[in-house]
């Protein structure tokens, strides 16, 4: 991975991240006026549970090297969504270990967080 921080990151890697934290930011705050911290809290660890995969996704395999072959691209990208889908099971299986967490939130923080993703890929922001 280092090596590749001194790439680019392709555009609409960044604009779906920065989308994610915007929304996630914004879920944050409707569920602290709907619920309380405690309700904010639950529906940020959801956001939290849909962008740190993504962003991991997307800071190891979203750089742009035009050395890399076809073949190591869809080999980085099968990889890279293998963890991704590993690493957001750590993730709420440590969300579930808190039992302050409010389940509905959390998974309407997920949800949303993650929709925002596929909204990007349908729309391309």
């Known amino acids: 991975m280092p090596e590749m921080l001194g790439g680019r ?3 609409g890697v960044r604009r779906i991240i920065r989308w994610q934290l ?22 940020s660890a959801g956001g939290l549970i849909a962008f740190i995969p993504n962003a991991f996704f997307a800071l ?14 869809v080999r980085a ?17 440590l969300a579930f270990q808190f039992r302050e967490l409010e389940f ?3 998974f309407s923080g997920f949800i949303v967080a993650l929709g925002v993703y596929w909204i990007a ?3 391309r922001i």
């Open 22 to 43: 915007i929304v996630m930011v914004v879920c944050g705050a409707v569920a602290y006026i709907a619920g309380g911290w405690k309700t904010a809290i639950s529906a």
């Open 77 to 93: 990208f099968y990889v890279g969504e293998s963890m991704k889908l590993v690493l957001t099971g750590v993730l709420f299986f």
């Open 9 to 11: 990151l392709y555009g």
């Open 60 to 73: 190891r395999f979203g750089f742009f090297d035009p050395t890399r072959s076809a073949r190591d691209i």
């Open 104 to 106: 509905l939130p959390l």
């Open 121 to 123: 890929l349908l729309q």
